[in-house]
């Protein structure tokens, strides 16, 4: 039996060489879907989120406990298509196509593109970040529901990189040192060392 939905995933667009997201920043992307036959969708949303999830251990044996916590940063949600509410009231505005159209419930065979564009939240916000006892993540997801199917989600990861905040002089000056030790085993003299940095404070990614 042919899948009516064959595909669905989200791609975005680059604002620098680094693909990397600030606060305040605009991400310009869009939901792919393709379909096989005509179909009938409920809704089609996309959320743009960030979020910190970590896990950890404590204890040994039988006295070992799991423990687990998540913050969220933030959360925006846009619907490309939305039925009406039960209670008779006006859905969400929804998102519309290029000619300023709400897009039809109702899909024909073949690929379907649906723009959208999120402002990043400005907000002091953690960088992206992976480790063996968590995360924090920024991501888009997409949800397409229809009538007595299960829903297809998509989800695209962007990285996001903090502001740099180093408004104190100090920390963007040059940074040295020396040491010098006296050697006493097998021989004598001295030896010395001499560090340099061109400056005092980095950002996250910058090379040291």
Same mark, same amino acid.
């Given at each position: 039996m042919s899948t009516t939905v064959k595909s669905m995933k989200i791609t975005?667009?680059?604002i620098n060489e680094d693909n990397t997201f600030s606060s305040?920043?605009? /991400?310009?992307? #869009?939901?792919?879907?393709?379909?096989?036959k005509e179909a009938k969708i409920n809704s089609l949303s996309i959320k743009a989120k960030g979020e910190a999830h970590v896990h950890w251990k404590e204890g040994h044996g039988d006295d070992e406990r799991s423990y687990s916590a998540n913050e969220r940063y933030f959360k925006l949600k846009q619907f490309m298509i939305q039925p009406p509410k039960d209670?008779?009231?006006?859905s969400e505005k929804l998102?519309?196509?290029h000619s300023g159209e709400t897009y039809s419930d109702v899909v024909a065979p073949g690929?379907?593109?649906?723009?959208?564009?999120?402002? /990043?939240?400005? #907000?002091?916000?953690?960088?992206?970040?992976?480790g063996i006892h968590g995360k924090i993540a920024y991501t888009l997801e997409a949800k397409l529901s229809r009538s007595m199917r299960m829903a297809k989600t998509a989800m695209a990861e962007?990285?996001?990189?903090?502001?740099?905040?180093?408004v104190d002089d100090t920390l963007l000056s040059s940074q040295s040192?020396?040491?010098q030790k006296k050697m006493k085993l097998f021989t004598s003299?001295?030896?010395?060392?001499?560090?340099?940095?061109?400056?005092?404070?980095?950002?996250?990614?910058?090379t040291v």
């Open positions: 975005y667009d680059a305040g920043d605009v /991400i310009t992307a #869009r939901i792919i879907l393709e379909i096989s209670d008779g009231k006006d998102l519309a196509d690929i379907h593109l649906y723009p959208f564009t999120f402002q /990043i939240p400005q #907000r002091d916000m953690p960088s992206s970040f992976t962007f990285t996001f990189i903090t502001k740099n905040n180093m040192g020396s040491v003299g001295n030896v010395s060392m001499n560090a340099n940095m061109e400056r005092m404070g980095y950002m996250q990614g910058k």
